[in-house]
């Protein structure tokens, strides 16, 4: 079993614990009273590198990374050092997240929201809403293509945005075929979970225009992001490196400087 197949049987088993604890009409329910989802999209398809900042308490490449007693309050710093987006991992036994993490920065930020785990069936994606989730991520590798459709067609429907993960060409036509309009190309390899920072350089250009590019993974600092813009991505989406600051805020605003350089505008494609 692949460490991608073995991170999902470990959702499907917490999630058939969730489903008997709350059914899909509660869900319903809870998400028709929240306010509609934000336009992300919007919010990432402008001139600038936008910044996607991540809530990570650990992952199965690193193991632990950084307590975060906190997240809504490292959410408020990502927020108020220029984020566009807060991604917050919900899955639990590897990353150390929850849906009361996404909860708690829901009720702190104001910008829009992804909820990033390992979704493989619509309930997921109901539940994402219910907690205020604006976009959700949607792994080409873990999802067969007519589950990918029909999960990108239900993202869509319930007004929120699909962040489609790629890491190969290959996968890039796929998630254009089931109607991808945000692809995210991740620098780590999930059979062997290394960084290779040559993966969008390569993947990105693939991706039709139109479509937003986000780099994910392996963005150390300011350098990293201007490097991504002259390579034509939309949004850089950090974790580690911002998690692991003791200035989160500062980081935050030193990539969002960086990627609103009015030089890059002439060299992005
Ligand atoms: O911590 P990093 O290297 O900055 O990476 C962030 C993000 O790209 C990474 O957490 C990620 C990308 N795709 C994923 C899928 C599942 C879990 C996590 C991820």
Not at 86 to 105: H, K, P, W, Y
Not at 220 to 237: K, M, N, P, Q, W
Not at 242 to 260: H, Q
């Amino acid at each position: 079993m692949s460490v991608l197949q073995s991170i999902v049987a470990g959702v499907r088993e917490d999630l058939a614990v969730r489903e008997q604890a709350t059914s899909m009409d509660a869900l319903k329910e809870r998400a028709s009273r929240l306010p509609s989802a934000i336009d992300a999209y919007q919010r990432l398809a402008r001139d600038e590198v936008a910044v996607i900042a991540e809530v990570k308490r650990s992952s199965p490449s690193k193991g632990d990374l950084a307590e975060i007693t906190d997240p809504a309050s490292l959410a408020t710093e990502y927020e108020a050092g220029g984020a566009s987006v807060i991604s917050v991992l919900t899955e639990q036994r590897r990353f150390g997240g929850s849906l009361t993490d996404l909860d708690a920065v829901r009720a702190k930020v104001d910008i829009p929201i992804l909820r990033k785990d390992f979704i493989v069936t619509p309930y997921q994606v109901w539940e994402a809403r219910a907690h205020g989730a604006d976009v959700v991520l949607l792994i080409v590798a873990a999802l067969e293509q007519m589950a990918l459709e029909g999960l990108i067609e239900r993202v869509h429907s319930l007004g929120m945005t699909a962040l489609v993960e790629v890491h190969d060409t290959d996968e890039v036509a796929r998630a254009v075929d089931a109607g991808a309009r945000v692809v995210g190309v991740n620098a780590r390899n999930l059979k062997t979970l290394e960084v290779d920072r040559h993966t969008f350089a390569r993947v990105a250009p693939a991706i039709p225009d139109g479509i937003l590019r986000v780099a994910e993974s392996g963005i150390r600092d300011s350098h990293d992001v201007v490097e991504y813009a002259r390579l034509g991505a939309d949004a850089v989406l950090v974790g580690e490196a911002l998690v692991k600051d003791r200035d989160p805020r500062t980081a935050v605003a030193e990539m969002v400087a960086a990627g609103a350089h009015p030089a890059l505008r002439s060299v992005r494609p």
